[in-house]
């Protein structure tokens, strides 16, 4: 079982920067896929990024590729993103998730993850 916790995010003006983080509790983080998503009113969710058990393999959807960053620390049960050059469309609501994996394997889709945070607030504003 992984419970993940997220944090950091906040009201930013555009062009500024945000670092979220994510904490899972549970002794199989190491072996989980991350990802991050987002959610705007009225929209579905979105893919942002994902990073293998090692560390190793990233993905990135095109819309914030060159702007936001994965990484993972797996000795502290933590996944961050970095984001940065934030525009008023990257206003969501951002999640964390996680899911048992094997080898270098990077998933893409949210029906793809068991296990999710509750989210956290990103305003950009113009």
Known sequence: ???PVE???GLVQAGGSLRLSCVASGRTFSNCALAWFRQAPGKEREFLATIS???LTTYYSDSVKGRFTISRDNAENTVHLQ????KPEDTAVY???AR????GSIYFQS??????GQGTQV???S
């Open 1 to 3: 079982q992984v419970q």
């Open 7 to 9: 944090s950091g995010g």
């Open 53 to 55: 058990r090692s560390g």
């Open 83 to 86: 984001m940065n050059s934030l």
């Open 95 to 97: 999640y964390c998730a």
């Open 100 to 103: 048992l994996s094997s080898g």
């Open 111 to 116: 029906r793809e993850y068991a296990y999710w």
């Open 123 to 125: 305003t950009v504003s």
